[in-house]
């Protein structure tokens, strides 16, 4: 679990809320109509901008962003030392038989092991690393054009809201008030949704991503030294580049 990403959600909630009460009450931003409004036109434009298969992985997505875990580069960097040193001790026939948890170092070493050309490792691999860099913009997609619609259909509530109240002036102004603030409220559900519940996720989500990809291009190089024999320091040395200067390996150390 990212607990980073359940902190975020819990401080932002207790914030708006602790400022809500500081002033007013919790019943006083409550409004049946905005709350259909943004809500429902939110997930209005979600149907017509995405298909069925696409909108039904939208809860798979967003819960994504609160239970994975992002995988050290370093530590994979030496899981492929481990087996640079397997490969140079015994064969790289040999890789086919140590335990690999991740799927995508799975499938590199069984490539390797099968004495497959390294241009044809890249290419499977590259492929594979493209596919899911596109299924996870997509993801991202969704979950960006939701921010981006909720202060759009808070506006359009705003509006609807004003007018219904520059028809109704006969009410005096403490009716006037509390229409207006209704009014307003759709802004509020919207600007909430979109950078408290959705925005923040989509960056989440973008550096999963990129780790992941970062990842899979760290296995691509360190098969590919494997493969073409090279001494597991020199790829432990070429892996290191992967790192920020602060998490390399320093040179001589175990």
């Keep these: 679990m990212d607990i980073a990403t359940v902190i975020g959600l819990v401080l932002a909630t207790l914030a708006i809320v602790s400022s ?6 919790i019943a006083a931003f409550i409004d049946t109509p905005s709350i259909l409004v943004v809500g429902g036109g939110v997930l209005s434009a979600i149907f017509i901008k995405w298909p069925m298969a696409q909108i039904k992985t939208l ?3 967003y819960m994504k962003s609160i239970f994975n875990t992002a995988i ?3 530590s994979m960097i030496e899981e492929i030392q481990s087996l640079a040193e397997t490969a140079r001790r015994e064969s790289v026939f040999a890789l086919e038989k140590v335990p690999v948890e991740d799927a995508f170092l799975k499938k590199a070493v069984t490539l390797a092991a099968d004495n497959r050309p390294p241009e044809v490792i890249t290419s499977i691999l590259q492929l594979e690393i493209d596919a899911l860099v596109e299924r996870h913009k997509l993801g991202q997609s ?11 259909f808070g506006m359009i509530g705003t509006l609807i809201g004003l007018v219904i109240m520059l028809q109704n002036l006969s009410g005096g102004p403490e009716a006037l008030g509390k229409s207006m603030a209704v009014a307003i409220l759709t802004t509020f559900y919207g600007a909430v949704l979109a950078n408290v519940f959705m925005g923040p996720i989509a960056n989440k989500l973008k550096f999963y991503s990129e780790n992941e990809a970062l990842i899979m291009n760290i296995i691509v190089a360190g098969v590919l030294g494997i493969v073409a024999g090279e001494n597991p320091r020199v790829i432990r040395e ?3 580049s992967f ?4 998490e390399r390996q320093v040179e001589g150390a175990e």
Excluded: E, Q, T, W
């Excluded at 809500?20 to 009450?25: E, H, K, P, T, V």
């Excluded at 969704?142 to 909720?150: E, L, Q, T």
């Excluded at 790192?243 to 602060?246: E, G, K, M, N, R």
């Design 72 to 74: 050290s580069p370093k």
């Design 243 to 246: 790192l920020p200067p602060a």
């Design 20 to 25: 809500i009460l500081s002033g007013g009450s």
């Design 59 to 61: 809860v798979s997505i």
């Design 238 to 240: 070429k892996l290191d």
């Design 142 to 152: 969704i979950i960006s054009g939701i921010a981006d619609d909720g202060p759009a």
